[in-house]
């Protein structure tokens, strides 16, 4: 089963189940998988839905960081709660050795040399782990193995 296939099937579980949350932010996901295809002007790939998940993953972070600058923590949990549903979606983040092991094979596949190649390193990097990858923790431990050279 694809995850399309995948995706509908647990928005159709959590319309009769009546789980308000999952069923609203696979609703969201739909439109967003909809507007990507008009956009497209063809069906997203198993790698297109990825993409479209990890940004509204971005965005519930984002908004769950700005509602707790902002005091509205009923917000905060809410859009918290969202996230956690979208990440399940996702695969398991590149972290930790995982990372720095993905960083030191893009540095040799690029020849990198210092810190003026990040740019081609972190393309690389983005291009071998898309949907896994956090780009802050990224570009640190791209950083970090950049400067050792």
Do not use: W
Not at 35 to 62: G, M, S, W, Y
Not at 74 to 91: F, M, Q, V
């Amino acid at each position: 089963m694809n995850l399309a296939e995948q995706l509908e099937q647990d928005y159709v579980a959590a319309y009769k189940a009546r789980d308000v949350l999952r069923l609203g932010v696979l609703r969201l996901l739909k439109t967003a998988l909809k507007n990507f295809q008009v956009e497209h002007l063809r069906p997203p790939t198993d790698e297109d839905i990825l993409t479209v998940i990890a940004r509204q993953c971005k965005q519930r972070q984002d908004s769950t960081e700005q509602f707790r600058l902002a005091g509205r923590q009923d917000l905060a949990d809410k859009e918290s709660a969202e996230h956690a549903i979208l990440r399940s979606y996702l695969p398991k983040p590149l972290e930790g050795e995982d990372l720095v092991e993905a960083v030191r094979a893009a540095v040799a596949a690029v020849n990198a040399s210092g810190m003026r190649d990040m740019g081609r390193v972190m393309q690389r990097l983005t291009a071998a782990h898309k949907a896994r990858l956090d780009g802050k923790a990224a570009s640190a431990a791209v950083k970090a193995v950049l400067q050792t050279l």
